[in-house]
């Protein structure tokens, strides 16, 4: 296929959580015509060895992503705040997924 | 072949694992050739799940026979004339369209075969067709949404999807051809009634045709031979593919 008619399909962010696992992860991105086709596809493309249990696709365009360039503006600020790290409590035995 | 200690029962077991081992070979030759990439890969899906079948299927036919060969020697040391597929799988993949059609009109027949096989009176054909029909039952989907896709996609695309159904139907009427060995297999409560099969996949297709816009092609001059080791010329070439490395090392260990 042309990389022009490649070009026709949009991109698709692909998130799979594991049979164990508590939240979607993002796993990486496919082309399709559309959602149907991108569900198949990710499930082909990215659950073969049978890493998941659901699927999330969201259209990569639908993304609202942070600049990189702001990276200080926004997160700078939370360099030099390690008192809102919840470091000093004691965690209670048999809390697994804090 | 007769020398099996259950001839028609090693016979009905053969054809189904031949039917998924040269449609898998066949689809394994869209590996790295794909339309795109995502697609290459689900292909390859569907050849690997019906190279597992026809892996389970041989081992069984070569324990029916009971003559010390094994699913690699039946899979590999077998002349075209032993081969007892259906014509439909040994059709060469021509354009995605012909891959999709034969696909489709297959896989639709495979699922209504193996939901039925699923209750054989025989223990080891209900576990294998069961584990498949969850396999199958996939394959339907996918080849069904790209039937539908393509033929309900652009002028060019519902071409080729026309052209495609209408050269491989010929080749659908050998899937309910019964002849002496189905009609065994199913009075023994084994094997699948073709009838019943027949008038699942003439919905199935019909419905999904429907949905692509596609004309329901009439039923003329069928193609049959595959089952009873008459095949095409295409099976000789894809068998020479298939087996020449086996057969060039025999013995051979991977």
Known sequence: MSDSARAQWPLWEVFVRSSHGLAHKHVGSLHAADAAMALHNARDVYTRRSEGASLWIVRASDI???????????FGAAEDKPYRHPT??????????? | MTDARDGALFAYVLRLG???????????????????VEEDLALTNVALDLLGHARMWLAYAAQVEGAGRDADALAYFR??????????????NGNYADTMARQFLFDVWHHAVLQQLGNARDPQIAAIANKAVREVAYHVRRSGDWVTRLGDGTELSHARMQAAIDAAWPFTGELFAADAIDDELLARGIGANLATVHATWRAHVER??????????????????????????????????MQSVARSVPAQRW
């Open chain 1, 64 to 74: 609202v992503a942070s600049d990189p360039a702001d990276r200080d503006a926004l």
């Open chain 1, 88 to 98: 000093h409590y004691v965690v209670p035995d048999g809390v697994k997924n804090l």
């Open chain 2, 18 to 36: 031949d039917n998924a081992l040269v449609l898998a070979q066949r689809l394994g030759e869209w590996t790295a050739h794909g339309p795109i």
């Open chain 2, 79 to 92: 002349d075209q004339r032993a081969y007892r597929n259906v014509l439909l799988v040994e059709r060469p």
């Open chain 2, 208 to 241: 999904v045709l429907g949905d692509a816009t596609l004309a329901v092609p009439a039923d003329g001059y069928m193609q049959r031979g595959g089952k009873d080791g008459r095949h095409t010329e295409a099976l000789s070439y894809l068998l020479a593919e």
